[in-house]
């Protein structure tokens, strides 16, 4: 991982008048090959600083591998529901019963020192020109999702920078508004998936999921995010998905959670 800068491991943004790239993430569900193809493809595109929107765990047989990779790159994170969950600061009455399993098992996992980092993670981060939420920027502890074109539209208000990033649906999508009008995109079938940012509008970018794709694509989604070119990238990477079953099978956990991994939904 040469490619993450010193700054990136001293948790301060790159430095101006260089290359900005970033990688942001979300999702990752404690599944560690998906995150270890992931940080290898980013390390590959240039980019030099990480961006996480929370579930890094749930699901997953490596919440705490994921988790710690993450805290050690990762320039800012804002927390997910699923590391709520784990921590016992929300209910799990809205979980189903494969994911409080699981939020229960990642639970007994955690180690004081992870735990207290996770507890401190903020709801919202604004990093350059962008807004960093897991689920929505509206009321971002109700975990509301952002899936139709909707529902992405009525959030702009809720957020003063040019862009927001969010994850928590698992499913990349693109909102932006301007004054020539509304434009959303999802269920994307061409990879990656180039968002040129044009002057004068507003984006809502869902980056996909690391470790749990529900757009029917089992491959691994994470997005760049090129300041000088002002683009954003959703990629997609294939990782060994077989292994990161394998682990859940071999954890304990639901076989459901292993089995979505091979359908990417
Ligand atoms: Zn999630």
Same mark, same amino acid.
Not at 230 to 240: A, K, M, T
């Given at each position: ?8 491991? &001293? ?6 008048? &260089? ?6 993430? &979300? ?49 800012? #994170? ?15 009455? !809205? ?14 996992? /955690? ?30 502890? %109700? ?22 990033? #969010? ?6 999508? #693109? !909102?932006?508004?301007? &004054?020539?009008?509304? %434009? ?6 061409? !990879? ?32 760049? !995010?090129?300041? %000088? ?31 979505? /991994?091979?359908?990417?939904?």
């Amino acid at each position: 991982m040469a490619c993450w800068t010193e700054s990136a491991r &001293s948790c301060a943004p790159p430095s101006r008048g &260089s290359r900005i790239r970033y990688a942001v993430l &979300s999702d990752i569900h404690g599944n560690y090959e998906a995150l270890s193809a992931v940080l290898a493809d980013a390390d590959r595109a240039g980019a030099r600083a990480l961006l996480c929107l929370g579930d890094m765990v749930g699901y997953g047989a490596d919440p705490v591998a994921c988790a710690e990779a993450v805290g050690e790159r990762a320039v800012a #994170v804002v927390a997910g529901n699923h590391e709520h969950a784990a921590l016992g600061l929300m209910s799990l009455r !809205w979980f189903n019963p494969v994911a409080r399993e699981a939020a229960l098992w990642t639970r007994e996992r /955690l180690s004081d020192g992870l735990r207290g980092y996770l507890s401190a993670l903020p709801l919202t981060a604004t990093v350059e020109d962008a807004t960093l939420v897991h689920a929505s920027p509206r009321s971002p502890e %109700e975990w509301e999702y952002l899936m139709s074109p909707d529902d992405g539209f009525e959030v702009f208000a809720d957020f003063g920078t040019r862009l927001c990033f #969010v994850g928590h649906s698992h499913r990349p999508g #693109v !909102w932006s508004l301007g &004054s020539s009008g509304r %434009e959303h995109a999802a269920w994307f079938r061409a !990879w990656p998936v180039q968002v040129r940012l044009e002057v004068g509008r507003r984006y809502v970018i869902n980056v996909g999921s690391v470790g749990q794709p529900r757009d029917r694509d089992r491959r691994a989604a994470y997005a760049l !995010w090129d300041l %000088e070119e002002r683009l954003v990238s959703l990629r997609r990477v294939e990782y060994d998905h077989r292994g990161a079953a394998a682990r859940i099978l071999a954890a304990g956990l639901p076989r459901a959670l292993a089995d979505r /991994l091979g359908n990417g939904f």
